[in-house]
């Protein structure tokens, strides 16, 4: 048996095998079934106890005296599956993981032997946890330890990868009766309320333009957003103000950024960096790994990661925008290569604005696409005239394995 650590995987060496995660108070486990872009190809992926059957993966109840499980047949999986996540969350609405330490236990599902377990450290405030993957690497199936949390339960991470997460609609005066309508079909049964948030949307005929979005997932176009439905996944080129009721949310932020090696190459040295902008797009200064703090100290940067592997943030750049010079409008995070590798050798990069106080992730954003480039702005950060902030997915590739490379483009797409 194999005790895992954050980022660490193992081979596996059944066919068949079980997930199961024990705590001391009752969890709900889910499973999702993920493309080589990291979502779901629709609904009927995500694998829970209102939908307990997919393709290869099979949810397993453990009746409240034994843990929920995931189990997975890999010889089942469909072509074109490269990943199983397993998430967990405690059963109480609102409960979180402080004082609670889950467990996951790999079996072969044939015989009951245990392959490794995990125990993520370090929770606190999450809500919700990506535990384990089951992952295709050259043909064959691995498995590795994540312990990725969110503080927003599983609506978050079912957003993430891709699964539609209906909001209930707003109660609207009665109107006149309609025309009569052929036979309804039978009701769907009742959605348990702990899931409801998250509950795959049934497939039923395409909703009315005027039927509200998802939102956590605003539609490519949907212009600018805010903070006050809760967490927000841009796309590419989306907006999202940081306020919420009509206030600035907050004055301290941090900005994480993560990759991995594409296919489990070999590492990959990449450097986030944010470069600081004034009014007339003058580049005032630059935070990276040679240069931590900047603006007298409203700017620091957490030091620089050599390889890209394990779980969660690889950098993180923590921006005070409360302390920030009045003339410091704009601010461009951005990654690079400095070794020369190119980002089509890259998997899951992304960036995620996190309130530093409470490490609570506000608005998140995933490079779904790759260029063979040694450069990319990630994101931007202008502050209004009203004083708010606003921040933006960009998702733009530049050549330059260096910041400094980066001091132009980045003050062209202000």
Same mark, same amino acid.
């Given at each position: 048996?194999?005790?895992?650590?954050?980022?660490?995987?193992?081979?596996?060496?059944?066919?068949?095998?079980?997930?199961?995660?024990?705590?001391?108070?009752?969890?709900?486990?889910?499973?999702?079934?993920?493309?080589?872009?990291?979502?779901?190809?629709?609904?009927?992926?995500?694998?829970?106890?209102?939908?307990?059957?997919?393709?290869?993966?099979?949810?397993?109840?453990?009746?409240?005296?034994?843990?929920?499980?995931?189990?997975?047949?890999?010889?089942?999986?469909?072509?074109?599956?490269?990943?199983?996540?397993?998430?967990?969350?405690?059963?109480?609405?609102?409960?979180?993981?402080?004082?609670?330490?889950?467990?996951?236990?790999?079996?072969?599902?044939?015989?009951?032997?245990?392959?490794?377990?995990?125990?993520?450290?370090?929770?606190?405030?999450?809500?919700?946890?990506?535990?384990?993957?089951?992952?295709?690497?050259?043909?064959?199936?691995?498995?590795?330890?994540?312990?990725?949390?969110?503080?927003?339960?599983?609506?978050?991470?079912?957003?993430?990868?891709?699964?539609? +997460?209906?909001?209930?609609?707003?109660? *609207?005066?009665?109107? &006149? !009766? /309609?025309?009569? %309508? =052929? @036979?309804?079909? $039978? #009701?769907?049964?009742? +959605?348990?309320?702990?899931?409801?948030? *998250?509950?795959?949307? &049934? !497939? /039923?005929?395409? %909703? =009315? @333009?005027?039927? $509200? #979005?998802?939102?956590?997932?605003?539609?490519?176009?949907?212009?600018?957003?805010?903070?006050?439905?809760?967490?927000?996944?841009?796309?590419?080129?989306?907006?999202?103000?940081?306020?919420?009721?009509?206030?600035?949310?907050?004055?301290?932020?941090?900005?994480?950024?993560?990759?991995?090696?594409?296919?489990?190459?070999?590492?990959?040295?990449?450097?986030?960096?944010?470069?600081?902008?004034?009014?007339?797009?003058?580049?005032?200064?630059?935070?990276?790994?040679?240069?931590?703090?900047?603006?007298?100290?409203?700017?620091?940067?957490?030091?620089?990661?050599?390889?890209?592997?394990?779980?969660?943030?690889?950098?993180?750049?923590?921006?005070?925008?409360?302390?920030?010079?009045?003339?410091?409008?704009?601010?461009?995070?951005?990654?690079?290569?400095?070794?020369?590798?190119?980002?089509?050798?890259?998997?899951?990069?992304?960036?995620?604005?996190?309130?530093?106080?409470?490490?609570?992730?506000?608005?998140?954003?995933?490079?779904?696409?790759?260029?063979?480039?040694?450069?990319?702005?990630?994101?931007?950060?202008?502050?209004?005239?009203?004083?708010?902030?606003?921040?933006?997915?960009?998702?733009?590739?530049?050549?330059?394995?260096?910041?400094?490379?980066?001091?132009?483009?980045?003050?062209?797409?202000?």
């Amino acid at each position: 048996m194999t005790a895992m650590t954050p980022g660490s995987n193992i081979p596996l060496t059944a066919a068949r095998v079980a997930v199961d995660v024990a705590a001391p108070v009752r969890l709900d486990v889910s499973g999702l079934l993920l493309g080589a872009n990291g979502k779901v190809r629709s609904d009927d992926d995500f694998i829970f106890y209102n939908q307990p059957a997919g393709p290869g993966v099979t949810y397993r109840s453990g009746g409240g005296s034994a843990p929920d499980a995931i189990l997975v047949d890999t010889t089942a999986v469909p072509a074109g599956i490269e990943k199983i996540v397993v998430t967990a969350s405690p059963d109480a609405a609102g409960q979180t993981f402080q004082g609670i330490e889950p467990t996951a236990t790999l079996r072969n599902a044939d015989d009951g032997s245990v392959l490794a377990t995990f125990t993520p450290p370090q929770l606190g405030a999450e809500t919700a946890l990506v535990v384990v993957e089951i992952y295709l690497r050259n043909g064959a199936w691995k498995a590795r330890a994540v312990g990725q949390g969110y503080a927003n339960g599983l609506a978050g991470i079912a957003t993430d990868f891709g699964v539609s +997460v209906d909001e209930e609609p707003t109660p *609207t005066p009665a109107a &006149a !009766p /309609a025309p009569a %309508a =052929p @036979p309804a079909p $039978p #009701a769907a049964p009742p +959605v348990d309320p702990r899931l409801a948030a *998250t509950m795959p949307s &049934a !497939p /039923a005929s395409p %909703a =009315p @333009p005027s039927a $509200p #979005a998802a939102p956590a997932a605003p539609t490519a176009g949907a212009g600018k957003i805010n903070l006050d439905k809760g967490r927000v996944s841009l796309q590419k080129n989306q907006t999202v103000s940081l306020v919420k009721g009509g206030r600035p949310l907050l004055s301290q932020v941090k900005m994480g950024l993560g990759w991995e090696p594409a296919y489990r190459g070999k590492d990959i040295d990449l450097d986030a960096s944010v470069i600081a902008y004034g009014p007339q797009r003058n580049h005032l200064d630059s935070c990276y790994f040679g240069k931590l703090s900047i603006l007298n100290g409203s700017i620091k940067h957490s030091g620089d990661n050599l390889t890209g592997e394990g779980a969660g943030d690889d950098e993180v750049i923590v921006v005070d925008l409360g302390r920030l010079p009045a003339d410091a409008t704009g601010l461009v995070f951005t990654v690079n290569s400095f070794s020369g590798q190119k980002f089509t050798e890259v998997a899951k990069a992304y960036c995620r604005l996190m309130d530093a106080a409470t490490g609570e992730e506000l608005v998140r954003f995933d490079l779904t696409t790759a260029e063979p480039q040694t450069g990319v702005m990630m994101a931007k950060l202008i502050k209004q005239f009203s004083g708010e902030w606003e921040m933006t997915a960009m998702g733009e590739f530049v050549k330059s394995r260096t910041v400094r490379g980066m001091v132009k483009p980045a003050a062209q797409a202000l």
